[in-house]
């Protein structure tokens, strides 16, 4: 996924750095033109130059999900194996690594929604056997669940 470039960034210090929406989301389009796209390309080709470590929120994952699916009618397998190429990127860091690597698993193997995925995934990692939710329809084939309302 990620392909580094004859002009690679020379920098020897090491900077942290937070990865909102829009520069997720033009990294996974790939495709987009123009200043923005060119600017997500170098910030990630300096993660794997290990120049600037990208750490992903579980909420920006959330966004760029909705945002790949509503935006570029992006089929869930394809979401599903960007995520995943997204997260396994030299400097790219998940903030809830194993939440989020279980999540992304979930979502590609369930017809549920990316934030239920989350739930899944944030009940089994803080062993929360018990979930208050409307929605018993998306949860029931998860056992090891119990469902309130």
């Not at 170098?42 to 790949?68: H, K, M, N, Y």
């Amino acid at each position: 996924m990620l392909s580094i470039t004859g002009n690679q960034l020379k920098e020897v210090d090491f900077q942290l750095s937070l990865v909102p929406l829009t520069v997720a989301n033009f990294r996974m389009a790939d495709d987009t033109p123009g200043t923005a796209g060119r600017q997500a390309r170098r910030l990630f080709d300096r993660a794997g130059e290990g120049t600037l470590r990208l750490l992903v929120p579980s909420l920006v994952i959330a966004q760029v999900v909705w945002t790949l699916e509503s935006f570029y009618r992006a089929s869930r397998e394809y979401v599903t194996g960007l995520l995943q190429a997204l997260l396994e990127t030299l400097g790219v860091t998940a903030l809830e690594p194993r939440v989020v690597s279980r999540c992304i698993e979930i979502y590609g193997a369930h017809n549920i929604e990316i934030v239920d995925a989350y739930l899944v995934a944030l009940a089994a990692e803080t062993q929360t056997p018990v979930l208050a939710t409307f929605n018993k329809k998306d949860f029931r084939r998860f056992p090891h669940l119990k469902l309130i309302s």
